[in-house]
């Protein structure tokens, strides 16, 4: 494993690289939780300047904390509630430069600032979400989005 500051590629070529691990990693295994703690745990390693990585996952259409890595964090988030709960509901990729300007924002950590939260879809059905927090203002950019909504693609294969 690997932090972006140990590679000498550009970003699209680290998240390449990050994308074969979680092939690899994931392979031949088909229990969720299982998958789900591995891949909060290679972005962990994998990114900087972040402060949870982690799952929420949909139990009769409310989140539900699954794995991560981080501070404890918030257990239950109603869809359309909070960066999470806003994801779901528009089913699409929120980035959130600063989240104490977020219509309401769950605070689950005060250290986090900015956000993305990718939406965990299969069959057309919301499985949950891929939840990143920083300390930074405005640490994720459209590469991290982008390259975020591959991890998730390929993790949800494997869903």
Request: proline content about 4%; some cysteine; overall charge negative.
């Amino acid at each position: 494993m690997f932090s972006v500051e140990s590679y000498k590629g550009t970003k699209e070529e680290k998240y390449a690289l990050l994308h074969k691990q979680l092939r690899a990693l994931l392979d031949g295994e088909t229990n969720q939780v299982a998958n789900l703690s591995n891949a909060s745990s290679l972005l962990n390693q994998f990114l900087d300047r972040v402060n949870w990585v982690g799952f929420y996952l949909n139990v009769e259409e409310e989140l539900v904390l699954g794995p991560f890595q981080g501070l404890p964090a918030c257990v239950r988030i109603p869809f359309g509630k909070g960066v999470c709960g806003a994801a779901v509901q528009r089913k699409e990729t929120m980035l959130v430069e600063n989240v104490h300007q977020f219509p309401g924002h769950i605070a689950c950590d005060a250290a986090s600032r900015s956000e993305i939260v990718v939406p965990i879809i299969k069959d057309d059905k919301i499985i949950g979400v891929l939840d990143i927090d920083s300390p930074e203002l405005a640490r994720f950019d459209r590469v991290d989005q982008e390259q975020l909504e591959t991890f998730v693609h390929i993790l949800t294969e494997f869903l």
